[in-house]
């Protein structure tokens, strides 16, 4: 399983949006989960969203609630990350990863893609 990560980082003023894409290629997803993670600087890398390949589910760490989407093109193979009323809290390199468990756990991810930089200024 590979993930292409497309460009979709960038700066933004605090309250814009961005949105993130992942494009992975591999045999077969079912049954295996989409999550984007997050690393601020000079933090632990943290959970974002999930998303369920084969039931669409939906899971988001609760400082994102309200504010940042997942969504998936099974089409394409291809995982969104749809981030609105970014503050400048949200600064982080961001990674979309890919696992055949449950588990948020880093350790418990089975592919990652390579990270995209996202910077919200105030």
């Known amino acids: 399983l590979r993930f292409s990560c497309r460009r979709g980082g960038g700066l933004v003023q605090a309250g814009g949006s961005l949105r993130l894409s992942c494009a992975a290629s591999?045999?077969?997803?079912?049954?295996?989960?989409m999550v984007w993670f997050r690393q601020a600087p000079g933090k632990e890398r943290e959970f974002v969203s999930k998303i369920f390949y084969t039931t669409g589910r939906l899971y988001c760490a609760d400082s994102v609630k309200g504010r940042f989407t997942m969504s998936q093109n099974k089409e394409s193979s291809t995982v969104y990350l749809q981030m609105n009323s970014l503050k400048p809290e949200d600064t982080a390199v961001y990674y979309c990863?890919?696992?055949?468990?449950?588990?948020?756990?880093?350790?418990?991810?089975?592919?990652w893609g390579k990270g995209t930089l996202v910077t919200v200024s105030s």
């Open positions: 591999g045999p077969t997803f079912s049954g295996w989960q």
């Open positions: 990863a890919a696992a055949a468990s449950t588990s948020v756990q880093l350790r418990d991810m089975d592919y």
